[in-house]
């Protein structure tokens, strides 16, 4: 790793010196913000998640946090020495980012306002590469500049405590320094309007408004992870094909989906079928011993449930989801594989509306509804995604074995199976990613979309999911 230069270390020395003589506690206001902030970090990070802190100070905020292993470094000794009187069973360090030294990785790094007062912010971020892993999330929040005017005025109050000089980094700057430390933004979310207690008002505008009103609010979240990867195996694939009255497109999904990676294995899921699917599927895998095909039937109803039972009995490292209508053809799936296996995304979310499609593909209302809802998941998500209706989604098995962990979160609300996933990506922060695909008139059968009963279900999951993803 590069060394510091002179100026740094200069830099530091002051910020140190600054922290040596400023009190270990925090006033009633800072310690109302703290809870508000370690409420978001707690949404973000999991009970039992390793976390380090850069510029922990006296230790207040990693109090706060539900995490397991604790680990915090800061500039001072004096304030290091609180923060081990505060939480004698964390580990914390005298240490600067810019010349971080720590054995071991961890799941989450935190950096609440600090990057403001780096010597070097592009080293800092650079240095935190040998504590992370690959799904390890950095977590930052920063102030808006918009607030510099009222700040100074709690500061003159007593409100705030005096701060040394700060740099103020903009949107921009951030995302600009984070791509040349080489770590890959996931998404960015501006909260608290209202930073202190008061009388619940802070938590109406906090919860209801700071969603609605981005530019009003003080500080942002912004969750990264490491964009350097390196170049993996193959890993094997599970391709999971809920089917329901496709008995005329189950031997050309086998016939049509291409080997993958260290090779793919085909998971027909068959659910209440009024035509022979169940026997064909049985026929299709009879007659291709060569190919690695089971043959399930799910015990409830709807595609979610088919899709749930499909993974349980995956083994491959990628799941995938392929409609056995064969609308999103079979032959696009290494694209998917392709995301995943790169590191590119570790969510890859199929999109039908960047390519012209066939003329009888979709009806108009339903392309106006896929729009409406891709805009509508794009603020949800905090990530751009186009078609969210899409059938065709691919995750780690890994990492579906999160989601699945934390279904409680969100509740048996999503008959499909693809909300469940987008939603349960969003919410452990992984990065997703739009596939274009050529969308395909279907050839056999009718869909099992009813497009009035569905969009009004789709619409409660939306109110539900905002509840939960973004007025929190």
Excluded at 51 to 77: P, Q, T, W
Excluded at 322 to 330: C, G, Q, R, S
Aim: net charge positive; proline share 5%; charged share 20%.
């Amino acid at each position: 790793m590069a060394t510091v230069s002179d100026i740094t270390r200069q830099h530091l020395a002051k910020i140190a010196a600054f922290y040596e003589t400023a009190p270990a506690g925090l006033n009633r206001a800072a310690r109302s913000y703290r809870g508000l902030l370690a409420h978001h970090y707690n949404l973000i990070i999991p009970a039992g998640a390793s976390v380090l802190e850069i510029g922990c100070g006296a230790g207040e905020l990693l109090a706060r946090l539900h995490a397991g292993r604790k680990v915090g470094i800061d500039l001072s000794a004096r304030q290091i020495s609180a923060a081990r009187a505060r939480l004698p069973d964390a580990e914390f360090h005298v240490q600067a980012g810019e010349e971080l030294s720590l054995e071991g990785r961890f799941d989450f790094i935190i950096i609440s306002e600090t990057l403001n007062q780096a010597a070097d912010a592009q080293q800092m971020l650079h240095r935190l590469h040998a504590v992370a892993h690959a799904d390890t999330r950095l977590v930052i929040n920063s102030f808006s500049s918009l607030w510099r005017p009222p700040l100074a005025l709690a500061r003159a109050l007593g409100l705030r405590a005096r701060q040394p000089q700060s740099s103020w980094l903009s949107p921009h700057d951030l995302r600009n320094l984070l791509r040349l430390a080489d770590w890959d933004l996931i998404n960015r979310q501006p909260r608290l309007i209202l930073p202190v207690a008061c009388l619940g008002l802070d938590r109406l505008l906090n919860r209801w408004a700071a969603p609605l009103l981005p530019f009003l609010c003080l500080t942002s979240f912004c969750v990264a992870r490491p964009a350097c990867r390196d170049a993996a195996p193959a890993r094997t694939v599970s391709v999971v094909i809920p089917a329901r009255n496709e008995a005329g497109n189950i031997e050309a999904a086998v016939l049509r989906t291409p080997e993958l990676g260290a090779g793919t294995e085909l998971i027909f899921v068959e659910g209440n079928s009024k035509d022979d699917t169940w026997a064909e599927i049985q026929r299709v895998a009879a007659r291709y011993p060569e190919r690695k095909i089971k043959c399930l039937q799910q015990p409830g109803r709807g595609k979610g449930d088919a899709v749930r039972v499909g993974f349980a009995a995956a083994t491959g490292d990628i799941l995938m989801i392929l409609d056995a209508d064969l609308t999103m053809p079979p032959e696009e799936l290494p694209k998917f594989y392709a995301v995943l296996a790169s590191g590119q995304a570790e969510f890859a979310n199929g999109s039908r509306l960047v390519y012209p499609m066939d003329e009888k593909a979709m009806q108009f209302l339903n392309l106006c509804a896929n729009k409406a809802f891709g805009m509508i998941f794009t603020w949800l998500l905090g990530q751009p995604v186009k078609d969210t209706l899409c059938g065709t989604k691919v995750l780690s098995r890994a990492h579906y074995e999160r989601i699945a962990a934390n279904h409680a979160y969100f509740g048996d609300f999503d008959p499909f199976g693809d909300f469940d996933l987008l939603f349960g990506a969003a919410r452990l922060n992984l990065r997703i990613a739009d596939v274009p695909i050529r969308y395909k008139e279907r050839t056999y059968g009718s869909t099992n979309i009813q497009r009035w009963k569905h969009g009004w279900l789709l619409l409660r999951m939306v109110l539900f999911a905002a509840r939960k993803l973004k007025f929190v």
